[in-house]
C-alpha cells in the first residue's frame, strides 16, 4: 500500500512565521500535491509537481511556496503566516498513471491541521 | 477550466435506507471522474472511478456511481447504508490529459440508526 506521511498532525504558528508542511511518500511517485481543505469549499490545488525540482502552480498559490530536492519529499512553505491560512492542509501523490495522463488516483496522507494565531 | 458541483453539503438517512449524492461537472474537454470518501480524522480515500467503458462503475463496499454524459453528471448511490458509511464524501474530475485533479465541495453523510 501506499504510504503518504505528513510529518504533523496539528500545527500552531503565530502570523508572520515561516511555516514548514513536510510530505513523505514511499511509492517513487512522480506527481506530488498540496490542496488546502476548508469547510464549504472541498479541496483546492496550491502547488504540485511532476518531478524533482519541478514544481507547477495550482489554483491557490499566493503566500505559499514549495520545495521537490527529492522524488519522495515535497514541503510546502507559508513565507509569512497569516490568520487566513488556517486550515487543513492535505499532501497526496500519483504516478502518471496506466494510460492516459490523469487516470492515476491521487493518495493523500492524513493531513496537517494548521492553526496560525 | 474544469468545475464541480455536489448539490447537497449534507445528507442524512437511516441505517438501510437508500442514498444518493449528486455531483454535476463542467469541462470543455473529456474527463476522467472520481469519488473520493473521507472517514472522520483521516485523508482521502479513492472510492471509485469512471475512465472509459461502461458508464456504470461499483466500488467494493456497495457504492455505485453512473456516468451520464449528456446531464453532465456522476451521481453516486447506495442501496443500504450502514453506520460505517458515515464520513464526508467528495466528486473530482481530472482533464484527459492533465493530472490535475479538480474537487467539488464535499457532501457530508450522517446515518441514524
Same mark, same amino acid.
Given at each position: 500500500?501506499?504510504?503518504?506521511?505528513?510529518?504533523?498532525?496539528?500545527?500552531?504558528?503565530?502570523?508572520?512565521?515561516?511555516?514548514?508542511?513536510?510530505?513523505?511518500?514511499?511509492?517513487?511517485h512522480?506527481?506530488?500535491?498540496?490542496?488546502?481543505?476548508?469547510?464549504?469549499l472541498?479541496?483546492?490545488?496550491?502547488?504540485?509537481?511532476?518531478?524533482?525540482?519541478?514544481?507547477?502552480?495550482?489554483?491557490?498559490?499566493?503566500?505559499?511556496?514549495?520545495?521537490?530536492?527529492?522524488?519522495?519529499?515535497?514541503?510546502?512553505?507559508l513565507?509569512?503566516?497569516?490568520?487566513?491560512?488556517?486550515?487543513?492542509?492535505?499532501?497526496?501523490?500519483?504516478?502518471?498513471?496506466?494510460?492516459?495522463?490523469?487516470?492515476s488516483?491521487?493518495?493523500?496522507?492524513?493531513?496537517?491541521?494548521?492553526t496560525?494565531? | 477550466?474544469?468545475?464541480?458541483?455536489?448539490?447537497?453539503?449534507?445528507?442524512?438517512?437511516?441505517?438501510?435506507?437508500?442514498?444518493?449524492?449528486?455531483?454535476?461537472? %463542467?469541462?470543455?474537454? $473529456?474527463?476522467?471522474?472520481?469519488?473520493?470518501?473521507?472517514?472522520?480524522?483521516? +485523508?482521502? /480515500?479513492? *472510492?471509485?472511478?469512471?475512465?472509459?467503458?461502461?458508464?456504470?462503475?461499483?466500488?467494493?463496499?456497495?457504492?455505485?456511481?453512473?456516468?451520464?454524459?449528456?446531464?453532465?453528471?456522476?451521481?453516486?448511490?447506495?442501496? %443500504?447504508?450502514?453506520? $460505517?458509511?458515515?464520513a464526508e464524501?467528495?466528486?473530482?474530475?481530472s482533464?484527459? +490529459?492533465? /493530472?490535475? *485533479?479538480?474537487?467539488?465541495?464535499?457532501?457530508?453523510?450522517?446515518?441514524?440508526?
Open positions: 500500500d501506499v504510504k503518504v506521511t505528513q510529518s504533523s498532525r496539528y500545527l500552531v504558528k503565530r502570523t508572520g512565521e515561516k511555516v514548514f508542511l513536510e510530505c513523505v511518500q514511499d511509492m517513487d512522480e506527481n506530488m500535491f498540496w490542496y488546502r481543505q476548508d469547510p464549504g472541498g479541496l483546492r490545488l496550491i502547488y504540485f509537481s511532476y518531478d524533482v525540482k519541478m514544481k507547477e502552480k495550482g489554483d491557490i498559490p499566493e503566500g505559499y511556496s514549495v520545495s521537490r530536492e527529492k522524488k519522495e519529499r515535497f514541503s510546502l512553505i513565507e509569512s503566516a497569516s490568520t487566513n491560512q488556517t486550515s487543513m492542509y492535505l499532501c497526496a501523490s500519483s504516478s502518471p498513471g496506466q494510460g492516459a495522463y490523469g487516470d488516483p491521487l493518495h493523500f496522507g492524513n493531513g496537517t491541521r494548521l496560525v494565531t | 477550466a474544469q468545475s464541480v458541483t455536489q448539490l447537497d453539503s449534507q445528507v442524512p438517512v437511516f441505517e438501510e435506507a437508500p442514498v444518493e449524492l449528486r455531483c454535476n461537472y %463542467s469541462s470543455s474537454v $473529456s474527463v476522467y471522474l472520481f469519488w473520493y470518501v473521507q472517514y472522520p480524522n483521516q +485523508g482521502l /480515500q479513492l *472510492l471509485l472511478k469512471y475512465l472509459s467503458g461502461s458508464t456504470l462503475v461499483e466500488s467494493i463496499n456497495g457504492f455505485e456511481a453512473e456516468f451520464n454524459k449528456s446531464q453532465t453528471s456522476f451521481h453516486l448511490r447506495k442501496p %443500504s447504508v450502514h453506520i $460505517s458509511d458515515t464524501y467528495f466528486c473530482a474530475v482533464p484527459w +490529459g492533465a /493530472q490535475k *485533479l479538480v474537487f467539488g465541495q464535499g457532501t457530508r453523510l450522517t446515518i441514524n440508526p
